[in-house]
Structure formats: C-alpha cells, structure tokens
C-alpha cells in the first residue's frame, strides 16, 4: 500500500513512525513515545510448519500455487511472515514432485517466495522406533541416503535449510558432516541415540535439535534417554513447540536456563489441518487424526500427538501467560532467534527493507504487513 504510515514501539523500545512506499520501508524516523501506541515487531519466523486448513507441502503436484496461497493468507493473518515448508515422512518419489512442484511455484512468485524461506526435511531419516517415530509412517522411513536427499534438494532449486537425522541410524553420521559442507543445517529428532552419538553429531556439524521433548516413546529411561545429552551440548539448539500441548511450562522454562535464549527457538509443528474445525481428518499417506474442541490433535484411536493446530503466533501467548517468559524475550524466540539459527533473512523495521512487520497491541496481533501489503486477523 504506497505511502501508509504507521506509528508504534519496536522490539528495541524505540518510538517510530514508517513511511512503506510499495514492498519497501521508504524511511523510519523517530517520533516522541506516547500512550497507546502499538508495537511494531518483525515478522514471525517458523521453522516447522507442515501446512494448513487441509493442504499439506507432501502433497503438493501439478500447480501448486493455489495451495501455497491458501497456506500463505493463513500464515499471514497470524504474523508468520518467515515459513520453512515441512516435509513429513511420505514416499520419497512423493517428496521429490513435492519439491519439484515447490521450485516452479516459488521461482515464479517472489512473494510466496520470500515468505516461503525454505524447507525443513524433517521425515524419512529418523528411528523407525514405536514411540520414537511419532505419527511417522514406519514404511517410507529409510536409512540416511545422502543421494537421495541431493536428488530432492536439487528437485527444489537448493532450498532444503534444514534436514532432520537420527543419528544412531547407518550411515547418519557421514550424511551429517555431508549435509553441513553442502550448506544445509542439520537437526536431531525423532531419534535415540546415547549421549556419545549425539556428541559425535554434534562435532560433525549437527546444530539442532527437533521439537525437544517430543518425538520420543512415552516411558523412557530416567538417565539413558536423549534428553539430557541434548541439554548437555552446548552446540545444540532447543527448538520447541509451543501450542501448550506438546510440553510443560516447566521444561520451556529449564531449556531456557540450560541453553539461553539465544540457543533456543518456538516452532509451530502446525498440522496440515491446522486451523481446521474439530473433527475427524484423513491424511493422505498419513495416519488419520483427530482435533478436539480445545486445538488438542491427535493420531485417531491414540494418544499420540499429531502436530499442532495452531500457528507460532499461539506460541508467544503460551510463553507470556503460561510460562511467564517476558513479552519481547518471548518474540524474539518466535522471530529474531529461529531466523538467525536457520540463516534466513529477516526484514528489520529500517529504510530499503522489506516492509514485513507485525502490527500487535491489546494482547494480539492486529495487522500483518507483508511486503507493504496488510493482512488482517
């Protein structure tokens, strides 16, 4: 929208007014501090979001762009303005037109290509493993293939940031040190290995770890279980999902003493039917899952989590009221931090920027502008 202004507090406590002329900040300058003014914030940053409102990444084929609009306008009523596109454990032929299908959208639309920064291949290498699997289908899970993942990542024009391994699987620890040299950030999940494996990942180049505390069988040792070896390396960083079901204040709150703020990032893990009416949902390829009336999702007939229903924007309400984590430290592990840990770039509140910011004031987000176009809750 050429030449809107708007007025309000940044993430640093600095009262501005921006000037947005098109897709960029025209100018930013200083303006008295006043009652009521809203906060001006970076985008939100997710690095796992499966897809929304029925339309998964896995599936996407033929045109694609409808789907990936669809996604987009729900990302972007809820703050999201940073998305790596998740693909789940699916059969690998599936994942390449995926990828594919993602390259020709995204090279002919830069703005779902800025907001679409990447993606997270986060199934298909992990622990076949009941419990440790999670909702994964046990039979697309395949030993770590480094030339299959190159295929894939060449299929979608080099835009795989992140990849997630076990990596006490064959082979996991030579595709580890590959992934990295290649330029690719590698993530432990969905996996159990001993505190020594993880270490071995870890000096490799390994740099994160999946939806800590998640992806796990529910009765575990007290010591010899992967938990404690991932707060144990100071390489590691936290990600963890916040929608209020997947874990406890009280283990946000000690991944943060443990590792710092500055180590530790929120992610969505948003369902494909996230913001979906409760109900009972086929996932094609998938197992079929359940959304209770309070966001609750689940594989039907089990008390297995299936993903989140809500977007990263229900994660700085779980962190400020739940976990008691102070407002701004609580945006930055929604923004700022994940998109430094992944590499994404991310549109600051300054003159030549992309004008990408958030609009939030009485509690909730009000306005997100997106490459100078707003977009309504």
Request: proline share 6%; glycine share 10%; hydrophobic share 40%.
């Amino acid at each position: 929208m050429p030449g809107s202004i708007y007025q309000g507090i940044t993430l640093d406590g600095e009262a501005v007014e921006i000037r947005v002329n098109g897709e960029e900040i025209e100018a930013v300058c200083a303006i008295p501090p006043a009652p009521g003014l809203p906060r001006l914030l970076p985008v939100l940053v997710d690095l796992q979001q499966n897809g929304a409102l029925g339309h998964a990444y896995n599936n996407l084929n033929g045109d694609g762009q409808s789907e990936l609009r669809i996604i987009a306008e729900h990302l972007l009523r809820n703050g999201v303005g940073r998305v790596l596109a998740t693909f789940t454990t699916a059969e690998y032929s599936r994942l390449k037109t995926a990828a594919a299908t993602l390259r020709k959208v995204l090279d002919e639309d830069p703005v779902l290509n800025s907001l679409f920064a990447g993606i997270f291949h986060e199934g298909v290498f992990i622990s076949r493993d009941r419990g440790w699997r999670g909702g994964h289908l046990p039979d697309f899970i395949l030993e770590p293939d480094w030339e299959k993942f190159r295929q894939l990542n060449r299929l979608s024009g080099g835009r795989v940031r992140m990849v997630n391994i076990a990596p006490e699987e064959p082979g996991a620890l030579d595709f580890i040190g590959k992934a990295v040299a290649s330029g690719v950030r590698v993530s432990l999940g969905h996996c159990k290995p001993d505190s020594e494996t993880i270490h071995e990942a870890s000096r490799r180049g390994a740099s994160m770890v999946t939806h800590f505390g998640n992806g796990a069988a529910p009765e575990i040792h007290r010591f010899a279980n992967p938990f404690w070896g991932f707060l144990d390396d100071s390489a590691l960083s936290l990600g963890l999902i916040g929608d209020g079901f997947h874990l406890p204040p009280e283990i946000v709150r000690t991944a943060l003493r443990c590792k710092g703020p500055e180590h530790c990032f929120m992610v969505s893990d948003a369902n494909i039917y996230s913001g979906c009416k409760p109900g009972l949902y086929h996932r094609i390829g998938g197992l079929d899952c359940v959304i209770e009336d309070n966001g609750f999702i689940h594989v039907h007939g089990q008390e297995i989590l299936a993903g989140a229903w809500f977007q990263q924007n229900r994660s700085i309400e779980f962190l400020v009221e739940t976990c008691h984590i102070p407002f701004d430290t609580a945006w930055r592990l929604c923004s700022v931090t994940p998109a430094a840990l992944a590499g994404l770039s991310l549109p600051m509140l300054r003159a030549g920027d992309e004008a990408s910011f958030v609009v939030y004031s009485h509690n909730k987000i009000q306005r997100t502008v997106f490459k100078g176009v707003p977009h309504e809750p």
